[in-house]
């Protein structure tokens, strides 16, 4: 199903997100999760 597609993409993406962006950054990303 597209539910399952867009699981994967968002898995993906904070994964990627979660390698680059640091704590310190109060860009209030983190918050998201």
Do not use: C, F, N, W
């Not at 993406?13 to 918050?31: C, F, N, R, T």
Request: hydrophobic content about 35%.
């Amino acid at each position: 199903m597209l539910d399952e597609t867009i699981k994967d993409k968002l898995r993906s993406i904070y994964q990627a997100m979660d390698k680059v962006s640091l704590p310190e950054k109060g860009d209030g990303v983190g918050e998201h999760v």
